[in-house]
C-alpha cells in the first residue's frame, strides 16, 4: 500500500500509450467506447425504438446476403435465415462502416498507419509466407463469425451491449470468447522448445 506521499507523486495514465508506438492510450480509448455504448443506448431506443444496441456480427451477414442478392435474389427471397435477419444497409451496416473509417482516420492521425502483409508476431512464429498467413486469416474468420452467429453475437455486442444491461448470457459469452481467444494464442504463438 503507497503512503500518502507516494499516492500523491502518482500520476494518472497519460492519454498517450507508454509504448513509445504513438498510438492511443487503451485508458482514453475504452472510455471513449464506454460513452458511445451510452449514447448508442439513448440513440437507438429513444430515436429508433430498438433494444439492439452496438455490435458488429450480423452487418456482415447483411453483407453476404446483399452480394448473394446480386447473383441468387430468388435464393435470398426464399432463405430463412436472410429473412430473419433483414438484408439491407441500416444504421448497424453504418456503424461497422464507421469502424473501419475511424480506426483509420485515428491511425492515420497518430502516424501509426501501416500496410503489412504478414504481422511480424506471425511472422516471427510461421515465417514471411503470405500465402499461408491469408489461408490462416480466411479460416480464422469463418471460425469466429461461426461463433459470434452461433452466440447471437459478436465480443462487442455481447461485451458492449449485453454486459451494460447486466445479461447473464452475454457474460458467459464473452468468457468464453476471451478464454477461447487466450488459449488459442496460447496455442499458435507458444515459444518453440528448440
Not at 451494460?164 to 496460447?186: E, I, N, P, T
Request: with cysteine; aromatic share 10%; net charge positive.
Amino acid at each position: 500500500m503507497p503512503t500518502l506521499a507516494e499516492s500523491r507523486s502518482m500520476k494518472l495514465p497519460a492519454l498517450r500509450s507508454s509504448t513509445g508506438d504513438g498510438g492511443w492510450s487503451p485508458y482514453l480509448a475504452g472510455g471513449l467506447v464506454g460513452l458511445l455504448a451510452i449514447a448508442s443506448a439513448f440513440a437507438t431506443s429513444e430515436w429508433v425504438g430498438k433494444t439492439s444496441y452496438l455490435g458488429a456480427s450480423t452487418t456482415f451477414v447483411r453483407c453476404a446476403g446483399l452480394l448473394e442478392q446480386t447473383l441468387f435474389p430468388a435464393h435470398v427471397a426464399e432463405n430463412a435465415y436472410y429473412t430473419k435477419e433483414k438484408v439491407a444497409v441500416d444504421w448497424q451496416f453504418m456503424v461497422v462502416t464507421g469502424i473501419f473509417l475511424g480506426a483509420l482516420i485515428a491511425s492515420l492521425s497518430d502516424k501509426s498507419f501501416k500496410l503489412e502483409s504478414v504481422p511480424p508476431t506471425w511472422k516471427a512464429r510461421f515465417g514471411p509466407s503470405i500465402a499461408l498467413r491469408a489461408v490462416a486469416a480466411v479460416l480464422g474468420g469463418m471460425v469466429a463469425m461461426f461463433g459470434a452467429r452461433l452466440a447471437d453475437g459478436c465480443p462487442s455486442g455481447h461485451g458492449l451491449s449485453g454486459m451494460m444491461q447486466l445479461s447473464l448470457s452475454s457474460f458467459a459469452a464473452l468468457g468464453m470468447f476471451f478464454g477461447a481467444g487466450v488459449l488459442v494464442a496460447a496455442l499458435v504463438y507458444r515459444k518453440s522448445s528448440s
